[in-house]
């Protein structure tokens, strides 16, 4: 009789809270299906808006993030409704533990949901900049082939890469539009095939702001008759094998052309004699330089001078100058390895750089440098930053070199030249960053009538801790 009571409540309990299990794991199924969609179909929603066939910014017309948040709000709604029908129904019924239970539960999937509604609109609000263009940047360009490289690329699997983005958003510089017919003279090529003979095109490009480049799906030109270099015990100081570079836009059709004295015009002015390795390059920065009879003082800095400041610390860093490499042979003696960052200024002085066993970077100063924060152990720069730079670019130029020097990094200014009349604005500058003074250095600039003056200096940069 007993087992027959337990056995007619259990079915009574049954009975009664099925609806609820039911009703309950429909809830559950819902925010299931409402978070996987969420977390699956956004990135295809975001490719969608940036990547139609049209290569518009405008999206589909089919709103997802809307539906998404109608179909929460109406999982929201049920769930509330059906609560307060249990919760009615526990004040009626004698089985209230277990009401209170499923109420319980129910309120636990409705946090969630509500939890992932809230962030919802934010989610939805994070457009790449691109977005808030009118129409397409490629409609500005009549090549397909810059249309093609500016359009976004989405991800093949619809989600996030390694990298964090759900697409590839290749840029160029935003001078480009601007230098609408020299860009797409650039772009015009035949894919696969071989480019023109367009360096300079390049080069003009990335000195008037269009940098970075696009990138091109055609193969650049090499030297006809390319010889193999010299080896590193030989190449740092002979002149490279005139075989292995491109002669045709230079005015000097030679190495022996671009190292003589004689030769009046060779198509540049800075650092004429760069490429004289044995009489002008071979001495600098081992010998002291020209004193000053008045001051008796030099703006030369020796390389053992700068490293006995900091023995052993010095190990890598970057040259920002024109010049043909030098300062990098010269460091690497000291193993010391040193990046040359200058562009081809009427000479092939990356090609030089490179056929001497040395690091080129082909890099304007328009450009941000790419090292990551903290890394360089020194900065060295001679015959570049002088008297023609606006303040203000000096100073972004001055804080991103800051940005890359690692705590306790060297800034070598070597031979800053300038009117004598902007010597105070340019040296505030450099006060500016409040580096540690190790050498600091002005003498006068004696080929200019004692108008212009020389300043050098070798600065460190503090740790900053709490900052």
């Known amino acids: 009789m007993v087992k027959a009571n337990v056995l007619s409540k259990i079915r009574a309990f049954s009975g009664v809270n099925r609806p609820i299990y039911v009703l309950a794991g429909l809830a559950f199924l819902i925010s299931v299906a409402t978070l996987a969609k969420f977390n699956y179909i956004t990135p295809l929603r975001f490719s969608d808006r940036f990547c139609t066939n049209r290569g518009s910014f405008e999206g589909d017309n089919y709103n997802v993030g809307s539906q998404m948040r109608k179909t929460i709000e109406s999982a929201i709604f049920k769930i509330h409704q059906e ?173 022996t052309c671009l190292a003589s004295n004689t030769t009046s015009r060779k198509g540049f002015f800075k650092c004429t004699d760069c490429f004289n390795l044995t009489h002008h390059e071979s001495p600098r920065w081992v010998n002291r330089g020209e004193i000053d009879p008045e001051t008796n003082q030099t703006a030369d800095f020796s390389i053992q001078q700068v490293l006995e400041i900091k023995p052993g610390e010095i190990r890598i860093g970057l040259d920002f100058s024109v010049g043909t490499g030098t300062f990098a042979a010269r460091m690497r003696e000291s193993n010391v390895t040193i990046v040359t960052a200058t562009i081809n200024l009427g000479a092939p002085f990356n090609e030089m750089i490179s056929l001497r066993g040395l690091l080129p970077l082909y890099l304007t100063v328009n450009q941000r440098l790419p090292f990551f924060d903290s890394t360089l152990d020194l900065i060295h720069t001679t015959r570049f930053l002088d008297g023609w730079i606006d303040l203000i670019l000096l100073d972004f130029v001055l804080f991103d070199w800051d940005r890359v020097l690692r705590p306790g990094g060297l800034l070598w200014i070597d031979g800053f030249f300038c009117l004598k009349e902007d010597l105070s604005d340019y040296t505030e500058a450099f006060k500016a960053l409040r580096y540690r003074r190790h050498k600091w250095v002005v003498v006068p600039k004696r080929d200019k009538d004692d108008k212009e003056v020389f300043f050098s200096a070798v600065l460190e940069k503090p740790p900053r801790p709490f900052r």
Request: aromatic letters at 10%.
């Open 83 to 255: 609560m307060d029908d249990l919760k009615a129904l526990e004040a009626n019924s004698s089985a209230s533990g277990s009401m209170f239970r499923h109420v319980a539960f129910l309120a636990d999937v409705l946090s969630l949901i509500q939890s992932v509604h809230m962030e919802l609109p934010s989610l939805e609000e994070v457009d790449h900049p691109l977005k808030q263009r009118n129409g397409d940047p490629g409609e500005h360009f009549m090549r397909e082939e810059i249309k093609k490289y500016i359009k976004i690329k989405p991800n093949r699997l619809g989600k996030q890469n390694f990298m964090g983005a759900n697409g590839t958003f290749t840029s160029i510089g935003h001078a480009c539009f601007a230098m609408k017919k020299d860009i797409e003279e650039y772009m015009d090529y035949d894919v696969g095939e071989i480019c023109n003979d367009d360096w300079r095109l390049a080069q003009k490009l990335m000195v008037h702001g269009c940098d970075p480049l696009p990138r091109r799906r055609c193969f650049s030109r090499a030297p006809q008759l390319y010889y193999k270099p010299l080896p590193i015990n030989e190449s740092l100081w002979n002149l490279p094998d005139n075989r292995n570079v491109r002669w045709g836009q230079y005015k000097c059709k030679n190495f």
